[in-house]
């Protein structure tokens, strides 16, 4: 038996009163003076009673250093008043996380309300430590476990799972699994055990991106989710999940139940979706009760046109999602079909009136694009003049995107002719609420427009660490990163 787990075991023993045949080995291995004076030169000196917030954040932390961590847990009374812990961007690996396990299973963390090891390089083993330490010794405060970007596999869940339905952490609010390694096996076993014990009843944040458990893992999830398993969820993130179409299909249980009725916002980005799976969701939510609360959508990167956007459109004018205010439908292709919605009629916006933040971001929109748009919304005949001609004619409240703050148009085709038809159009009065409009080119009309404006912010596509790349990069950076994420992951 690893050493971790016969910690776990004897403890275990011990506090349910049974004999055991395996000796408890300390609760930390003795530490050198050498190894404390460099663990302390990374992360700074500090008194045991002012320590509540270590926020060690990449910090080139090790498993000597998270060693050196435990020492100084089970020695004295650091961990007492200790509530927030981030270990995030280390690499402390494995066996970091089995000396911190054991620091957890002798009960010296017990205000800990977060926990942060995200990108740490965890696997199994790591994950397995901490949730049979938890386990043996719940850990009764935590509300918040970051464990995204590691090496969790089905393995490893299904420990955790486990531990978590014994009450290991029994107030657990967000949980955060993303960019792991767990397939639809390992998210039915997390799946079964809410619905079985009730375990994440009290879950508002619920992050499972980047693990490819596809549409089988989704009708599990949907299984637990509509039977209230999680009843004040209001964060999903199923971003980059292989859902596809078949993944909205078998996500409709949760969707149509109360199971989902808190829910606020829901991310199903990159996805390979398509119109069909957008259409299927927009008549789901046209179901009585269903997605009362959303407020953010995220369908970015789904190889989406015009049709999917405006099945939303007209779903949200039937009355579906009445909360609606933010809507992500960037790298798309809504610029791309050769006719928008030929068959249903001309794409009519009208249903977003609610909407104060629509990205369309690198959706290949061109002049010309805009304006068949343009047309079927009061927007009139060429591009952006046509967007600009209809937020000038729908000064009301009944008209659509009268509420819009935020427009994202960067990283289509539209023309300096298009941009200052719009900043003609603003100037007159339309769009009184926008406070951000992110175009390719701020020309000369439209910065006049925002110095006349000063609740007006036209800003170049790019942020900051990306402004000063060539043309190339520039693009790249916002195909891949902006575009979906609001942000450069790459530039910083």
């Known amino acids: 038996m690893p050493p971790a787990a016969a910690v776990f075991v004897a403890l275990a023993a011990a506090v349910a009163g049974e004999p055991s045949s395996l000796s408890l080995p300390p609760c930390a291995e003795p530490v050198s003076e050498d190894r404390l004076s460099a ?33 100084l847990l089970c020695s004295g009374g650091m961990g007492a008043g200790l509530t927030e812990l981030v270990l995030a961007a280390n690499d402390i690996g494995d066996a970091g996380v089995v000396a911190l396990a054991r620091a957890v299973v002798y009960g010296r963390l017990p205000r800990l309300a977060s926990l942060n090891i995200y990108k740490t390089k965890m696997g199994d083993t790591g994950i397995i430590s901490l949730a049979e330490a938890a386990a043996a010794r719940p850990l009764l405060a935590l509300e918040k476990l970051e464990l995204n970007a590691n090496s969790i596999s089905d393995a490893g869940l299904a420990v955790l799972s486990t531990a978590l339905a014994g009450g290991a952490m029994p107030r657990l609010e967000e949980l955060n699994l ?44 949907a299984g637990a989710l509509a039977q209230e398993a999680t009843p004040q969820l209001q964060y999903l993130d199923l971003g980059t999940t292989a859902l596809g179409y078949e993944g909205i299909d078998a996500l409709a249980p949760a969707i149509i139940s109360p199971g989902l009725s808190a829910l606020r916002e829901l991310h199903f980005d990159s996805n390979n979706i398509g119109d069909s799976g957008v259409q299927e969701f927009a008549a789901l939510t046209g179901q009585p009760g269903a997605l009362p609360s959303l407020e953010v959508l995220v369908f970015s990167a ?41 068959a249903a009629g001309p794409l009519r916006l009208g249903g977003l009136r609610n909407l104060v933040f629509l990205s369309l971001t690198a959706n290949k929109i061109d002049d010309a694009r805009l304006a068949e748009i343009a047309d079927s919304n009061l927007i009139g005949d060429d591009g952006l003049v046509s967007f600009a001609r209809s937020v000038s004619n729908g000064r009301c409240p009944s008209c659509a995107l009268y509420r819009l703050h935020v427009l994202h148009l960067s990283f289509n085709s539209i023309t300096d002719v298009g ?6 159009a603003i100037r007159g009065g339309a769009l009184p609420w926008l406070h951000l409009l992110v175009v390719d080119r701020v020309t000369p009309s439209l910065k006049e427009v925002c110095r006349l ?15 000063d790349l060539p043309e190339d990069k520039r693009e790249a950076c916002a195909q891949h990163e902006i575009a979906i994420y609001g942000e450069c992951k790459t530039c910083g």
């Not at 030169?41 to 090790?62: I, M, P, Q, T």
């Not at 004018?317 to 006719?339: D, I, M, Q």
């Not at 941009?419 to 003609?424: C, F, G, S, Y």
């Open 39 to 71: 663990f302390y030169s990374k992360v700074g000196r500090f008194s045991e009673d002012e320590l509540a917030h270590a926020l060690w954040y990449g910090k080139h932390l090790e498993p000597s250093d998270c060693a050196a961590l435990a020492h």
């Open 178 to 221: 993303a960019l792991n390694m767990f397939s639809a096996d390992g998210l039915q076993t997390l799946a079964s055990a809410a619905a079985a014990s009730g375990a994440l009843s009290n879950l508002t944040w619920l992050g499972l991106a980047a693990n490819r458990f596809g549409a089988s893992g989704a009708a599990t999830l």
């Open 302 to 342: 789904n190889n989406l046109r015009a049709t999917g956007l405006g099945a939303l459109a007209n779903a949200t004018l039937r009355g579906g999602l009445p909360k609606l205010t933010r809507l992500f439908f960037s790298a798309n292709r809504v610029g791309y079909s050769p006719s928008f919605a030929p």
């Open 419 to 424: 941009v200052d038809a719009l900043a003609e």
């Open 453 to 467: 404006r000063p609740d007006l912010d036209c800003s170049d596509p790019l942020p900051m660490p990306c402004r």
